[in-house]
Nanobody, 125 residues
Framework: QVQLVESGGGLVQAGDSLRLSCAAS????????MGWFRQGPGKARELVAG???????YYSDSVKGRFTISRDNTKNTVHLQMNSLKPEDTADYYC???????????????????WGQGTQVTVST
């Protein structure tokens, strides 16, 4: 059984940085694409960044240039470095693993099979 455990969320001020981490177990981590999603109050869950097995990355327009996703296959972890945070980045952030061996990065939540419990990020003005 795959387990994903996020950490690193918190309350910060606009302009600050946070680094989220997701530790994975139960799969050969390097064989799977990973994604970081977020869900703000009253909003749909959206992909903010994805990384495939070759460490190719994808970013949503709203975070491009501010967020960086990376993976460490030796530690079965994926990170999301978030810089220049804005109040609109406030959301619950979720790590997700894609079971499909495809190297494409999907922005659909339905393409991901395993999810962490989420970590809350709050950005104040």
């Amino acid at each position: 059984q795959v387990q994903l455990v996020e950490s690193g969320g918190g309350l910060v001020q606009a302009g600050d940085s946070l680094r989220l981490s997701c530790a994975a177990s139960g799969r050969t981590f390097s064989n799977h694409g990973m994604g970081w999603f977020r869900q703000g109050p009253g909003k749909a869950r959206e992909l903010v960044a994805g990384v495939n097995q070759n460490s190719m990355t994808y970013y949503s327009d709203s975070v491009k240039g501010r967020f960086t996703i990376s993976r460490d296959n030796t530690k079965n972890t994926v990170h999301l470095q978030m810089n220049s945070l804005k109040p609109e980045d406030t959301a619950d952030y979720y790590c997700a693993l894609r079971q499909d061996p495809s190297y494409s990065i999907s922005s659909s939540r339905y393409a991901y099979d395993y999810w962490g419990q989420g970590t809350q990020v709050t950005v104040s003005t």
